[in-house]
Structure formats: C-alpha cells, structure tokens
C-alpha cells in the first residue's frame, strides 16, 4: 500500500500526487489504533474509506472513518459499544492547523493520523447510558438515580407559601 500506521503516525506517500501521475490516491484501510491512557476502552473495526487529492490551494481528503468505540457506562462504568461513522473532508494543511499541528517534517508524505484521532475524539458521546440498566436498583431511602424523565412533585412546604399570595 502507499501508507502506513505505526504507532500514532499513518504517513500517506505523495509523491505520484505530487508529479501529476496519479489524480488521486485511493485510502481503504482497517486502522488499529492504541487507545491507552484515553476514556476509551477500545476501537473495533475502525476502517477508513476515501481518496487524497491534489489541487490548487494544497492537498484535499475526502474520506469516511467508521467503527464502533468502547466506552464504560455513566452509571455502572459497565463497557457500552457505541458505533460511530463521521466524514472528513477538507485541506489537510487547513485541517491540521486546526487542532494545532503546524510541523511538516517530509514533503512526499503527509502524516493523517492526527486529522483521524481528532475526529475519533470527536464522536465520543458526553454521556454513555447502558440500555441494559435495571432502574429499579438505581433507587434507594429517600434518593434516585435522575434519567431524562423528570417527574415533579410539589415540595409540601412550599405548597404552604400558595397560601400567602392568597
């Protein structure tokens, strides 16, 4: 293939894209991507799918990144596999000053991985709720666990002040 992951470095030779000799370069890849010392569990079947362009103002990515990530539960920390498919597209150089990364070591490759881990990073839900939660052990003497249901009853104090105003 005309790329590489190693590490956190997924390097994209140019060089044919560069002298005009092939219109695109054509990326089809299953990634495997170390996920230690993240709120990530793991990365599973995370493919990558697009082509790398050349134009005018520099180097343009059009690709779909997809997976399915691990996350532990909000409530049990329970692993949740949550499935993700997200769409980059953009100059790279644009895309990578983006979040912060203005070093161009080699001119006949360019390094995506960062544009990729950024979007991974990106899909990350705030909040990751099992379906498999039992709610009934979610309550205790006088405390429960809120979800988005949110029942209201009137504090009976308060009903007190109602008086009051009358």
């Keep these: 293939m005309i790329y590489y992951l190693c590490g956190d470095i ?3 030779d140019i060089t044919k894209l560069k002298s005009g000799i092939e219109p695109s370069i054509e990326i089809n890849e299953k990634l495997n991507i170390d996920v230690s010392n ?3 569990i793991e990365l599973k079947d995370v493919e990558l799918h697009g082509n790398l362009t050349k134009d005018v103002e520099g180097y343009y990515i059009n690709t ?3 997976g399915v990530m691990t996350l532990p539960c909000s409530v049990t920390l329970k692993p949740v596999d949550i499935p993700f498919s997200t769409e980059i597209e953009g100059n790279v150089e644009e895309l990578l000053e983006e979040i912060g990364i203005f070093d161009k070591k080699n001119e006949n490759t360019i390094d995506i991985f960062p544009i990729i881990w950024e979007n991974i990073l ?3 839900p705030m909040r990751v709720v099992s379906d498999e939660i039992d709610t009934n052990s979610l309550k205790g003497d006088g405390w429960q666990v809120v979800t988005g249901e949110v029942t ?3 504090n009976p104090e308060l009903e ?3 008086d009051l105003l009358k």
Excluded: A
Aim: no cysteine; glycine share 0%.
């Design 122 to 124: 990106m899909e990350i």
């Design 160 to 162: 007190k002040l109602k």
């Design 38 to 40: 993240t709120e990530i």
């Design 64 to 66: 779909v990144l997809s």
């Design 10 to 12: 997924m390097n994209i």
């Design 152 to 154: 209201s009853s009137p």
